[in-house]
C-alpha cells in the first residue's frame, strides 16, 4: 500500500517505489483484465457470428480481422482510444497526487528536501508508464488472441496494399505506440487535476470528463479553428500508420502536440503543488 | 512563501513558447526571393514545367455554405449516391497524398478518419479503390488510345506561345495579376491572381500558387465575392521531388475486394458516343456562363435527397453555394453556373 515505502531515497528508487505500489495494486489489475476483455470479446464475436462483418461494417477494420488475426489487437486500440483507455488513464493519473493526500500519505512523501517536483516527476513518469502498457495489454491480448483464432496471414492496408505478417506485426505495434503517445497529454492533465484536490474520485472524474468533452468538442464543425488544440485531436491519427507507404505525419503531430499538453499542464501542476500548504 | 508566484512562471512560459514558436512558423513565409515576374512570365513558367516525380500531402479545404449532407439515407438510388459523393468531396475537408512517378504513373490517396480512396494510374492501366466497402474499378485504356492522344497534341505549342494564348483569351473576362510570393509547403512560389472583371460572378478571385524554381502547380484558392476566407482552396502541405517507390504504382486488388473492369469507349447507352453533340448548353460567356441541360433531365420528385436539398424558389429549385449556384426548373432543366440564382432564373 502506498504509505509502506521508504520516503527519500534518489529518484529511481522513488520511481522503481512508486511503479511497484502501481502494479501490487489489485485495481491496477482490474483495469488491465477490463482492457484486455475487449480484443477478446471483439475476436469471440467475429469468430462465433454465422456470417462475418461486411466491408464497413461495426468497429473500423472488424471486417480484416478474420483475414489476419492481428487487426484483432488495431480494431481493439481503435475501439478503446476513445473511452476505456482514457478512463483508465484517469484513474491512475488523477489519483497520482490527490490519493496520497487522501489518505494522509502525502506529507511522508515530502519530507525529503526539495522534495515536491521530484515527487511530481515520478508521478507523472508512474502515470505514463501506465500510459504505455495499457495499450500494450490490449496490443498483446489481441495479437494472442488473434492469431489463435483466425492464424497469423497476409494483411490488407487501407491502401489496397497487402503486407505479410511481419509487416502487419510492426504495424499494429506503431499502431499501440500512437495510442499510447495520445494519452500523455490527458496523464499531464490529470495529474494537474490531481494537484488540485485531496478527493482522488474528483480529480479522475474531471480528467475523464475533459477527455470526453474534447471529443465532443472536436466533432462540432463550428470550432473548426480550435481542432488542431485539442490533446485528442490525433487520438484517431493511428490510420496514417496503416497506409501505403506508411505516414508518419499523425505519429509525429501527436507526438509534438501532446508535448505541448505535458508541459503545460505539467508546469500548471508544478505551480500549484509547488504553492500549496500540504495538511494531510 | 513570500515569492510563491515565481512558482508558476514556468505555466506563464509555456503558451508564450508556443505562441511564439507558431508565429515564427507562420512568419517565416517569404523569406526567400524570387526574382520579378510579369503574369506572363509566371504562366510560362507553369505551362513550361518538366514532367516532375514527386510525392506530397495535401489537403483541401472548402466552405462552399452548401446545407450539410446526410450521410446514409436508405432508398437512394446508385445515381443519387454518385451525386452525394461527388458532392461531399467537393464539399468536405479532406487530407490525402499524391505519387507522380515515371512519365504516366501516378497516385492519388484521399484520407478518410477509418478507411482511403484510392485513384492509380499505371500507363493504360487504372485502377480505383475504395477501402471503405472494399471494392476496385479497373480501367483499362483501349490500345490506340495512347497514338490518338499523340495525334492530337500534334500542334504542340510553346510554353511561351501557350501562356500567350492563354492570356489573349481571358484578358477580356479576367485581369491576371502576380500577388505576394507565398509559402506553400515549405516553398516559395509566386501567386498569380485571376480576377473576373465581371461582377455578376459569385468568384471573386482565383490563385495559382506557382512553384518559383520548378514551375509546378502548389496551391489553387477561389474565393468568392466579398468573402474573405476562401471557400475552396487545394495545396500541398509538404513536397517530395524525389521519385517515389515504383511499386506504388503496381497495384493488386486484394483478395476478397469486388472488382468491377471497365473499358472506356465500350460503354453502349451511356456516356456520349463520338460525334454526337452533347446535349449540355453553354449560355453566355466568360465567368458568367451558364451551363444548361435540357428539360427532363431531371425530376425532383424521383430523388428525395436532392429534393431536400433544394430550396424552392421561383420557377424551380435552387441549390445556392458561395461559389456555385443549381437551378432545377419545374420542367426538369437544370442550370449551373457560377453566378447567383437570380441570374439562373433570368436565362431566357
Do not use: C
Amino acid at each position: 500500500m502506498p504509505g509502506d515505502r521508504a520516503a527519500g531515497g534518489t529518484t529511481i528508487a522513488l520511481l522503481a517505489s512508486e511503479l511497484r505500489v502501481l502494479l501490487r495494486r489489485g485495481r491496477t489489475w482490474a483495469m488491465f483484465g477490463a482492457l484486455a476483455a475487449i480484443p477478446v470479446l471483439l475476436a469471440l464475436v467475429v469468430f462465433f457470428s454465422a456470417s462475418p462483418p461486411g466491408p464497413g461494417e461495426g468497429p473500423p477494420l472488424l471486417d480484416k480481422v478474420t483475414q489476419n488475426g492481428m487487426f484483432v489487437s488495431v480494431t481493439a486500440l481503435v475501439v478503446t482510444t476513445p473511452l476505456f483507455l482514457p478512463l483508465t488513464i484517469s484513474v491512475v493519473s488523477g489519483d497520482a497526487i490527490a490519493g496520497e493526500a487522501g489518505l494522509g500519505t502525502l506529507r511522508y512523501l515530502l519530507v525529503a528536501p526539495a522534495g515536491r517536483l521530484r515527487l511530481l516527476v515520478v508521478k507523472y513518469a508512474g502515470a505514463a508508464v501506465f500510459a504505455v502498457l495499457a495499450p500494450a495489454v490490449v496490443l498483446l491480448v489481441g495479437w494472442a488472441i488473434g492469431s489463435a483464432l483466425f492464424g497469423v496471414g497476409e494483411a490488407t492496408l487501407l491502401s489496397g496494399d497487402v503486407i505479410g505478417p511481419g509487416g502487419a506485426l510492426a504495424r499494429s505495434a506503431l499502431v499501440a505506440l500512437h495510442v499510447a503517445i495520445s494519452m500523455l497529454g490527458l496523464s499531464a492533465i490529470g495529474l494537474f487535476a490531481s494537484t488540485l484536490t485531496t478527493v482522488g474520485v474528483g480529480a479522475m472524474a474531471a480528467t475523464a470528463v475533459l477527455a470526453v468533452v474534447a471529443q465532443v468538442l472536436g466533432q462540432l464543425d463550428q470550432l473548426a479553428w480550435l481542432h488542431p488544440w485539442l490533446f485528442t485531436h490525433h487520438w484517431l491519427g493511428m490510420m496514417d500508420l496503416l497506409r501505403e507507404p506508411i505516414s508518419f505525419s499523425g505519429l509525429t503531430d501527436n507526438l509534438v502536440l501532446q508535448a505541448g499538453y505535458l508541459a503545460f499542464f505539467g508546469a500548471l501542476a508544478y505551480g500549484r503543488f509547488t504553492t500549496k500548504d500540504v495538511l494531510s | 512563501m513570500t515569492r510563491t508566484w515565481t512558482r508558476w512562471l514556468p505555466a506563464a512560459a509555456v503558451p508564450v513558447v508556443v505562441a511564439a514558436s507558431v508565429t515564427l512558423a507562420g512568419s517565416s513565409a517569404g523569406a526567400d526571393e524570387l526574382p520579378d515576374r510579369t503574369p506572363e512570365q509566371v504562366l510560362t513558367l507553369l505551362a513550361s514545367h518538366d514532367h516532375q516525380p514527386l510525392s506530397g500531402e495535401f489537403t483541401q479545404t472548402s466552405d462552399l455554405g452548401l446545407p450539410s449532407l446526410p450521410g446514409d439515407l436508405p432508398g437512394t438510388d446508385d445515381a443519387t449516391t454518385g451525386v452525394l459523393t461527388a458532392l461531399d468531396l467537393i464539399d468536405s475537408d479532406h487530407t490525402g497524398r499524391v505519387f507522380v512517378g515515371e512519365q504516366d504513373q501516378a497516385r492519388v490517396q484521399v484520407f478518410d478518419t477509418f478507411g482511403e480512396r484510392d485513384v492509380i494510374v499505371d500507363g493504360d492501366q487504372a485502377w480505383f479503390y475504395d477501402s471503405g466497402d472494399d471494392t476496385a474499378t479497373h480501367l483499362t485504356a483501349p490500345e490506340n488510345a495512347e497514338d490518338a492522344e499523340h495525334t492530337q497534341q500534334t500542334p504542340t505549342l510553346t510554353p511561351e506561345q501557350l501562356a500567350q494564348h492563354v492570356i489573349e483569351a481571358a484578358d477580356p473576362s479576367t485581369a491576371l495579376t502576380i500577388g505576394e510570393n507565398v509559402q506553400v509547403a515549405g516553398r516559395t512560389a509566386y501567386d498569380l491572381v485571376l480576377t473576373p472583371r465581371s461582377t455578376d460572378t459569385l468568384v471573386g478571385q482565383v490563385s495559382i500558387a506557382v512553384d518559383g524554381e520548378t514551375g509546378l502547380p502548389l496551391q489553387v484558392t477561389i474565393t468568392a465575392r466579398g468573402q474573405s476566407d476562401p471557400a475552396l482552396q487545394v495545396g500541398y502541405t509538404s513536397l517530395d521531388l524525389t521519385a517515389p517507390d515504383a511499386g506504388l504504382f503496381d497495384f493488386t486488388p486484394p483478395s476478397g475486394t469486388t472488382v468491377e473492369e471497365v473499358t472506356p469507349g465500350q460503354h453502349d447507352g451511356q456516356g456520349i458516343a463520338p460525334g454526337e453533340q452533347s446535349p449540355v448548353e453553354h449560355v453566355g460567356t466568360g465567368w458568367d456562363s451558364v451551363l444548361l441541360a435540357p428539360a427532363g433531365t431531371l425530376d425532383l420528385s424521383s430523388q428525395p435527397v436532392l429534393a431536400q436539398l433544394t430550396t424552392a424558389v421561383d420557377g424551380g429549385h435552387a441549390v445556392s453555394t458561395n461559389l456555385l449556384s443549381l437551378l432545377i426548373t419545374d420542367d426538369g432543366q437544370v442550370r449551373l453556373g457560377a453566378v447567383p440564382v437570380e441570374a439562373l432564373q433570368a436565362v431566357r
